[in-house]
C-alpha cells in the first residue's frame, strides 16, 4: 500500500504507554492495599459498593487508546498520490561541510563555520533548479539530508549543524566524499557535483585517490577552504578555553589549500578559498553551470494524502466516551 509516516521519529513516544500500564497496576496494587489499611472489610465493602472496577478498566483503557491514536497521529500516516505535472531542469549538488571544532578558530570572523553556514545559505538562493543534499562530518561522516529540492529542510539541517552533531572528531575528508557519493544515481556518469567546505586541516591519504575515482564515476568536487595559513587557536565549547595538546601547548589550526587544490583539479573542479562569500558563491555557481542539466523529477512534487485526522477524531471520540463513563456501577432500572 506504500504508506509511510512523514515523522516517524514520533512514534518513539509510544513506548509511554506501557510505562502507563504500569503504573496503572500500581494504582489498583494501591487501592487494595488502601482498603485493607482501612479495617472492617464489611464496611470497606458498603462504602464501595457502588464502584465498578470494570468501568475503571475501561475508562484507563479509552485513555491509552486515545494517547496511542494521538502519538501516531503526530507522526502522520501518508499515502503517496501522483506526481504535479512539474519537471525541472539541473544537476544534484551534494554539499559537503565540515563540522569539526577546528570550524571553531576565529580567523575568519565570527568563526569558520559560521563563515560556511553564510556561505551554504547563498549558494542554495543561486540553486533554484538543483536538488540538493547534505552531508556534515568530522572523524566520521553522515547524509543528513539526500537529494531534494526542499531547500528549506537543508537550511534548518545547516542551522543545527555544529561540533556536537558528529561525536568523532577529526578532518577525514575521504569519508565525507563517500558519503556525498553515496546520495548520487549511481547508473548516472553526469549531472553530478560535491561542494566540499572545509579547513581541510588533517591531511587525509586517501581522500585524492578516491576523487580521481568519482571523477571516473562522473562527480565534479567544488572545494572550499576556510581559515588561514596563519591559523587560529580552537575554543573548546564546554570550557571555554582554547585546546591544548598533552604537552599543554595550545593547538592552532591551519588552512590546508594544498590537498583541497588536488581534489579539485583531479574532478575537473575548481578551488576556493572562502574570503568573501559572494565572490566565493559566485565562482562555484559559475562552475556548476559548466555541467549539464537533466530533467530531474522530485519527492517534493508528490501528493501525499494525510490520515493523521482520522487518529485524532478517534482520540476525541475516546477522551469523550472516558470523561462520560463513570466510575461507579449502572443502576438497574
Request: net charge neutral; charged share 20%.
Given at each position: 500500500m506504500n504508506f509511510r509516516f512523514q515523522h516517524i521519529e514520533y512514534l518513539i513516544a509510544l513506548a509511554t504507554i506501557p510505562l502507563i500500564v504500569v503504573l496503572y497496576f500500581q494504582l489498583l496494587y494501591w487501592k487494595k492495599n488502601t482498603a485493607k489499611k482501612i479495617g472492617d472489610p464489611k464496611l470497606v465493602q458498603a462504602l464501595i459498593a457502588n464502584y465498578s472496577p470494570i468501568n475503571f478498566l475501561l475508562k484507563f483503557?479509552?485513555?491509552?487508546?486515545?494517547?496511542?491514536?494521538?502519538?501516531?497521529?503526530?507522526?502522520?500516516?501518508?499515502?503517496?498520490?501522483?506526481?504535479?505535472?512539474?519537471?525541472?531542469?539541473?544537476?544534484?549538488?551534494?554539499?559537503?561541510?565540515?563540522?569539526?571544532?577546528?570550524?571553531?578558530?576565529?580567523?575568519?570572523?565570527?568563526?569558520?563555520?559560521?563563515?560556511?553556514?553564510?556561505?551554504?545559505?547563498k549558494l542554495m538562493d543561486q540553486l533554484p533548479n538543483d536538488r540538493v543534499g547534505l552531508v556534515l562530518f568530522a572523524g566520521r561522516a553522515y547524509l543528513q539530508m539526500p537529494l531534494t529540492t526542499d531547500h528549506g529542510a537543508a537550511r534548518m539541517y545547516i542551522q543545527q549543524a555544529g561540533p556536537e552533531v558528529v561525536p568523532t572528531q577529526g578532518t577525514i575528508i575521504s569519508e565525507a566524499l563517500r558519503a556525498s557519493n553515496s546520495a548520487f544515481n549511481s547508473k548516472e556518469r553526469k549531472f553530478k557535483s560535491i561542494v566540499l567546505i572545509t579547513d581541510g586541516e588533517d591531511h587525509d591519504p586517501q581522500a585524492v585517490p578516491l576523487a580521481k575515482q568519482l571523477a571516473e564515476d562522473g562527480v565534479m568536487i567544488n572545494s572550499v577552504g576556510i581559515g588561514s595559513a596563519e591559523g587560529a587557536p580552537i575554543m573548546e565549547p564546554t570550557t571555554n578555553e582554547y585546546k591544548k595538546d598533552e604537552n599543554g601547548t595550545t593547538v592552532v589550526s591551519r588552512l590546508n589549500e594544498t590537498e583541497l587544490q588536488q581534489l579539485a583539479g583531479a574532478t575537473k573542479g575548481i578551488y576556493v578559498k572562502l574570503n568573501e562569500v559572494d565572490a566565493a558563491v559566485d565562482a562555484i555557481t559559475k562552475q556548476l553551470n559548466t555541467i549539464e542539466t537533466s530533467t530531474l523529477d522530485d519527492n517534493a512534487f508528490r501528493d501525499y494524502r494525510s490520515y493523521f485526522q482520522w487518529f485524532l477524531a478517534f482520540a476525541f471520540v475516546l477522551l469523550i466516551a472516558e470523561f462520560l463513563l463513570p466510575e461507579r456501577k449502572f443502576k438497574a432500572a
Amino acid at each position: 500500500m506504500n504508506f509511510r509516516f512523514q515523522h516517524i521519529e514520533y512514534l518513539i513516544a509510544l513506548a509511554t504507554i506501557p510505562l502507563i500500564v504500569v503504573l496503572y497496576f500500581q494504582l489498583l496494587y494501591w487501592k487494595k492495599n488502601t482498603a485493607k489499611k482501612i479495617g472492617d472489610p464489611k464496611l470497606v465493602q458498603a462504602l464501595i459498593a457502588n464502584y465498578s472496577p470494570i468501568n475503571f478498566l475501561l475508562k484507563f483503557m479509552f485513555f491509552a487508546l486515545a494517547l496511542g491514536a494521538v502519538i501516531v497521529a503526530s507522526a502522520n500516516l501518508q499515502k503517496p498520490g501522483a506526481m504535479d505535472d512539474v519537471q525541472r531542469k539541473g544537476v544534484d549538488v551534494v554539499i559537503a561541510m565540515d563540522v569539526s571544532k577546528s570550524m571553531l578558530a576565529e580567523d575568519i570572523k565570527p568563526n569558520r563555520l559560521e563563515r560556511a553556514r553564510q556561505l551554504v545559505y547563498k549558494l542554495m538562493d543561486q540553486l533554484p533548479n538543483d536538488r540538493v543534499g547534505l552531508v556534515l562530518f568530522a572523524g566520521r561522516a553522515y547524509l543528513q539530508m539526500p537529494l531534494t529540492t526542499d531547500h528549506g529542510a537543508a537550511r534548518m539541517y545547516i542551522q543545527q549543524a555544529g561540533p556536537e552533531v558528529v561525536p568523532t572528531q577529526g578532518t577525514i575528508i575521504s569519508e565525507a566524499l563517500r558519503a556525498s557519493n553515496s546520495a548520487f544515481n549511481s547508473k548516472e556518469r553526469k549531472f553530478k557535483s560535491i561542494v566540499l567546505i572545509t579547513d581541510g586541516e588533517d591531511h587525509d591519504p586517501q581522500a585524492v585517490p578516491l576523487a580521481k575515482q568519482l571523477a571516473e564515476d562522473g562527480v565534479m568536487i567544488n572545494s572550499v577552504g576556510i581559515g588561514s595559513a596563519e591559523g587560529a587557536p580552537i575554543m573548546e565549547p564546554t570550557t571555554n578555553e582554547y585546546k591544548k595538546d598533552e604537552n599543554g601547548t595550545t593547538v592552532v589550526s591551519r588552512l590546508n589549500e594544498t590537498e583541497l587544490q588536488q581534489l579539485a583539479g583531479a574532478t575537473k573542479g575548481i578551488y576556493v578559498k572562502l574570503n568573501e562569500v559572494d565572490a566565493a558563491v559566485d565562482a562555484i555557481t559559475k562552475q556548476l553551470n559548466t555541467i549539464e542539466t537533466s530533467t530531474l523529477d522530485d519527492n517534493a512534487f508528490r501528493d501525499y494524502r494525510s490520515y493523521f485526522q482520522w487518529f485524532l477524531a478517534f482520540a476525541f471520540v475516546l477522551l469523550i466516551a472516558e470523561f462520560l463513563l463513570p466510575e461507579r456501577k449502572f443502576k438497574a432500572a
